[in-house]
T-cell receptor, first 116, second 111 residues
Framework: SAVISQKPSRDICQRGTSLTIQCQVD?????MFWYRQQPGQSLTLIAT?????????ESGFVIDKFPISRPNLTFSTLTVSNMSPEDSSIYLC?????????????FGPGTRLTVL | GENVEQHPSTLSVQEGDSAVIKCTYS??????FPWYKQELGKRPQLIID?????GEKKDQRIAVTLNKTAKHFSLHITETQPEDSAVYFC??????????FGTGTRLKVLA
């Protein structure tokens, strides 16, 4: 597996502002993913972030709202821009590791975002 | 589009009994099926996984079975304990490095 950290762990933000979430992993990984998990719900993939290329966004998510950086193989950021209360959620990063079981994803601890 | 259905949404069992959670996937190209356990306020933790060339895999009290023909897979927990109480998510992976997650099952083990 991998040791994955996220910062901040939680934040309360005002409507209209932006928040950048950081994800750090203790080993070099090709695939990093960003998910959103609303209370009591499943995980929804926002985008896939590979180092050296533009992030690939899922349907319903756009780069202007959720810009992503992937400057190296151990780090990524997700920005939630121009926030509204509907953006209140838990945001999780994950990394894909090619272990013996295949392309397994391991999750960071998550960032709990509340937008007022 | 690709879809994973998961049932039941909630499950209550007596301590010591078995629990079974079932998932059905739509993409026949799916070839890897992980299961995650998420305790309240915590990250999803991988508990077991299975690849499409295997029909069953077991790890202590946890087992997963896969029926490729029917496109469904199941998680079996035997001798349940209170610490098994959590939300469990299945997922299907089709080689595009993208997971499709099920909707989750809230398991409650009653002492």
């Amino acid at each position: 597996s991998a040791v994955i950290s996220q910062k901040p762990s939680r934040d309360i933000c005002q409507r209209g502002t932006s928040l950048t979430i950081q994800c750090q992993v203790d080993s070099q990984v090709t695939m990093m993913f960003w998910y959103r998990q609303q209370p009591g719900q499943s995980l929804t993939l926002i985008a896939t972030a590979n180092q050296g290329s533009e992030a690939t966004y899922e349907s319903g998510f756009v780069i202007d709202k959720f810009p992503i950086s992937r400057p190296n193989l151990t780090f990524s950021t997700l920005t939630v821009s121009n926030m509204s209360p509907e953006d209140s959620s838990i945001y999780l990063c994950s990394v894909g590791l090619n272990g013996g079981s295949g392309d397994t994803q391991y999750f960071g601890p998550g960032t709990r975002l509340t937008v007022l | 589009g690709e879809n994973v259905e998961q049932h039941p949404s909630t499950l209550s069992v007596q301590e010591g009994d078995s629990a079974v959670i079932k998932c059905t996937y739509s993409d026949s190209a799916s070839n890897y099926f992980p299961w995650y356990k998420q305790e309240l306020g915590k990250r999803p933790q991988l508990i077991i996984d299975i690849r499409s060339n295997v029909g069953e895999k077991k790890d202590q009290r946890i087992a997963v079975t896969l029926n490729k023909t029917a496109k469904h897979f199941s998680l079996h927990i035997t001798e349940t304990q209170p610490e098994d109480s959590a939300v469990y998510f299945c997922a299907a992976h089709s080689g595009t490095y993208k997971y499709i997650f099920g909707t989750g099952t809230r398991l409650k083990v009653l002492a």
